[in-house]
Protein backbone atom coordinates (compact mmCIF):
# COMPACT_ATOMS: atom_id res chain seq x y z
CA UNK A 1 0.00 0.00 0.00
CA UNK A 2 1.36 3.44 -0.83
CA UNK A 3 1.42 5.71 2.36
CA UNK A 4 -0.67 8.31 0.92
CA UNK A 5 -2.99 5.74 0.60
CA UNK A 6 -2.40 4.14 4.19
CA UNK A 7 -2.64 8.03 5.25
CA UNK A 8 -6.04 8.68 3.49
CA UNK A 9 -7.58 5.21 4.89
CA UNK A 10 -6.44 5.23 8.17
CA UNK A 11 -9.44 6.28 10.97
CA UNK A 12 -9.82 5.38 14.19
CA UNK A 13 -12.76 3.97 14.07
CA UNK A 14 -14.57 2.64 17.37
CA UNK A 15 -17.04 0.19 16.14
CA UNK A 16 -14.99 -3.19 16.10
CA UNK A 17 -15.13 -6.74 15.60
CA UNK A 18 -12.59 -8.96 16.58
CA UNK A 19 -9.95 -10.37 14.40
CA UNK A 20 -7.12 -13.22 15.43
CA UNK A 21 -3.87 -11.14 16.15
CA UNK A 22 -1.00 -13.67 14.80
CA UNK A 23 2.69 -13.17 16.40
CA UNK A 24 3.45 -12.35 12.81
CA UNK A 25 0.95 -9.37 12.75
CA UNK A 26 2.59 -8.48 16.37
CA UNK A 27 6.21 -8.84 14.66
CA UNK A 28 5.45 -6.68 11.80
CA UNK A 29 4.01 -3.83 13.70
CA UNK A 30 7.07 -4.03 15.83
CA UNK A 31 9.27 -3.71 12.92
CA UNK A 32 7.28 -0.25 11.74
CA UNK A 33 8.46 1.08 15.09
CA UNK A 34 11.90 -0.02 15.23
CA UNK A 35 12.79 1.55 11.58
CA UNK A 36 11.28 5.07 12.80
CA UNK A 37 13.90 7.57 13.55
CA UNK A 38 15.09 9.12 17.35
CA UNK A 39 17.67 11.33 18.51
CA UNK A 40 20.53 9.47 18.24
CA UNK A 41 19.16 6.01 17.28
CA UNK A 42 18.61 5.44 20.89
CA UNK A 43 14.90 4.26 19.98
CA UNK A 44 13.20 5.42 23.59
CA UNK A 45 10.06 3.20 22.66
CA UNK A 46 8.49 0.63 24.42
CA UNK A 47 5.47 -1.12 23.62
CA UNK A 48 3.70 -4.29 25.51
CA UNK A 49 1.52 -5.74 23.06
CA UNK A 50 -1.58 -7.56 25.13
CA UNK A 51 -3.62 -10.27 22.81
CA UNK A 52 -4.86 -13.92 24.13
CA UNK A 53 -3.95 -13.18 27.61
CA UNK A 54 -5.78 -12.99 31.34
CA UNK A 55 -4.43 -9.20 30.83
CA UNK A 56 -5.98 -8.74 27.67
CA UNK A 57 -9.51 -8.90 29.93
CA UNK A 58 -7.89 -6.93 32.93
CA UNK A 59 -6.99 -3.92 30.91
CA UNK A 60 -10.33 -4.05 29.38
CA UNK A 61 -12.28 -4.46 32.79
CA UNK A 62 -9.87 -2.71 34.92
CA UNK A 63 -7.95 -0.03 33.48
CA UNK A 64 -10.47 1.75 30.23
CA UNK A 65 -12.41 4.38 31.52
CA UNK A 66 -16.19 4.33 31.15
CA UNK A 67 -16.30 6.33 27.57
CA UNK A 68 -13.83 3.96 25.73
CA UNK A 69 -16.40 1.20 26.31
CA UNK A 70 -16.32 0.53 23.07
CA UNK A 71 -12.71 -0.85 23.15
CA UNK A 72 -13.65 -4.11 25.26
CA UNK A 73 -14.30 -5.07 21.59
CA UNK A 74 -10.40 -5.14 20.39
CA UNK A 75 -8.34 -7.91 19.96
CA UNK A 76 -5.54 -6.88 20.76
CA UNK A 77 -4.39 -3.49 23.18
CA UNK A 78 -0.78 -2.10 23.05
CA UNK A 79 0.63 -0.51 25.69
CA UNK A 80 2.89 2.80 24.61
CA UNK A 81 5.48 3.88 27.21
CA UNK A 82 9.03 5.51 27.54
CA UNK A 83 10.96 7.81 30.19
CA UNK A 84 13.14 10.87 29.94
CA UNK A 85 16.54 9.23 30.06
CA UNK A 86 16.00 6.41 27.40
CA UNK A 87 16.75 9.18 25.16
CA UNK A 88 18.43 12.65 24.06
CA UNK A 89 17.78 16.02 26.33
CA UNK A 90 19.52 18.71 24.59
CA UNK A 91 19.70 21.68 26.92
CA UNK A 92 15.84 21.73 27.49
CA UNK A 93 14.79 19.97 25.15
CA UNK A 94 13.37 16.15 25.76
CA UNK A 95 12.74 14.25 22.80
CA UNK A 96 11.58 10.72 24.36
CA UNK A 97 7.98 11.65 23.53
CA UNK A 98 8.42 13.03 20.05
CA UNK A 99 10.52 9.75 19.40
CA UNK A 100 7.82 7.57 20.70
CA UNK A 101 5.39 9.71 18.65
CA UNK A 102 6.63 9.06 15.62
CA UNK A 103 7.24 5.24 16.65
CA UNK A 104 3.30 4.95 17.34
CA UNK A 105 2.83 6.70 13.56
CA UNK A 106 4.56 4.42 11.84
CA UNK A 107 2.74 1.51 14.10
CA UNK A 108 -0.72 3.38 13.17
CA UNK A 109 -0.02 3.10 9.49
CA UNK A 110 1.00 -0.40 9.53
CA UNK A 111 -2.03 -1.67 11.03
CA UNK A 112 -3.73 0.47 8.59
CA UNK A 113 -2.03 -1.70 5.68
CA UNK A 114 -3.02 -4.50 7.49
CA UNK A 115 -6.45 -3.62 7.39
CA UNK A 116 -6.72 -2.99 11.00
CA UNK A 117 -8.05 -0.46 13.10
CA UNK A 118 -5.19 0.98 15.71
CA UNK A 119 -6.74 3.38 17.91
CA UNK A 120 -4.63 5.43 19.90
CA UNK A 121 -6.96 6.59 23.36
CA UNK A 122 -6.37 8.60 26.58
CA UNK A 123 -9.38 7.21 28.59
CA UNK A 124 -7.71 4.84 30.82
CA UNK A 125 -5.75 4.53 34.02
CA UNK A 126 -2.00 4.88 33.56
CA UNK A 127 -1.81 3.33 37.19
CA UNK A 128 -3.82 0.07 36.43
CA UNK A 129 -2.45 -0.34 32.87
CA UNK A 130 1.44 -0.19 34.94
CA UNK A 131 0.23 -2.59 37.99
CA UNK A 132 -1.47 -5.02 35.40
CA UNK A 133 1.48 -5.42 32.79
CA UNK A 134 4.56 -4.79 35.55
CA UNK A 135 5.77 -2.02 33.93
CA UNK A 136 8.04 -0.42 36.67
CA UNK A 137 7.23 3.02 38.26
CA UNK A 138 9.32 5.04 36.35
CA UNK A 139 7.79 4.55 32.93
CA UNK A 140 5.35 7.25 31.68
CA UNK A 141 2.25 5.54 29.91
CA UNK A 142 1.48 7.82 27.06
CA UNK A 143 -1.16 5.68 25.36
CA UNK A 144 -3.29 2.50 24.88
CA UNK A 145 -3.76 1.40 21.18
CA UNK A 146 -7.16 -0.03 20.80
CA UNK A 147 -6.58 -3.14 18.16
CA UNK A 148 -9.00 -4.52 15.82
CA UNK A 149 -10.80 -4.79 12.67
CA UNK A 150 -13.52 -2.45 11.63
CA UNK A 151 -17.22 -3.69 12.45
CA UNK A 152 -19.53 -2.41 9.84
CA UNK A 153 -22.43 -2.65 12.58
CA UNK A 154 -22.28 0.33 15.13
CA UNK A 155 -23.29 -1.14 18.50
CA UNK A 156 -26.81 0.53 19.93
CA UNK A 157 -24.87 1.69 22.89
CA UNK A 158 -23.32 4.33 20.28
CA UNK A 159 -24.67 8.27 21.22
CA UNK A 160 -25.24 10.20 17.80
CA UNK A 161 -21.76 11.71 17.95
CA UNK A 162 -19.47 8.02 17.94
CA UNK A 163 -22.30 7.52 15.54
CA UNK A 164 -21.17 10.12 13.16
CA UNK A 165 -17.27 9.43 13.68
CA UNK A 166 -18.51 5.96 12.23
CA UNK A 167 -19.50 7.00 9.24
CA UNK A 168 -17.85 10.58 8.15
CA UNK A 169 -14.51 11.71 9.08
CA UNK A 170 -14.34 14.12 11.71
CA UNK A 171 -13.64 17.70 10.34
CA UNK A 172 -9.55 18.48 10.08
CA UNK A 173 -8.25 21.87 11.15
CA UNK A 174 -7.55 23.95 7.21
CA UNK A 175 -3.64 23.51 6.15
CA UNK A 176 -3.67 27.18 6.65
CA UNK A 177 -4.27 26.67 10.69
CA UNK A 178 -1.43 25.40 11.29
CA UNK A 179 1.20 25.47 7.76
CA UNK A 180 2.87 28.74 7.94
CA UNK A 181 5.44 29.39 4.99
CA UNK A 182 8.70 30.84 5.96
CA UNK A 183 7.21 32.58 9.58
CA UNK A 184 4.06 32.07 11.99
CA UNK A 185 1.20 34.05 11.71
CA UNK A 186 -1.23 34.13 14.16
Same mark, same amino acid.
Given at each position: ?31 ? %? ?5 ? $? ?9 ? *?? @? ?26 ? $?? *? ?6 ? *? @? ?5 ? @? ?51 ? %?????? $?????? *? ?22
Amino acid at each position: MDVNVALEKRRAYRSLTNVEISDEIVEKLGKA %AQLMPSC $FNKQPWRFVFV *KD @DPNLNRLKEEALNEGNRWAKESSMIIAV $FT *KKDLDCVI *K @DREYYMF @DTGMAVSAILLRATELDLVAHPIAGYSPEKVKEILEIPDEYTVITLLIIGKKN %AEIPDY $FDDWKR *KAESTRPERLKLKEFVFTNKFRS
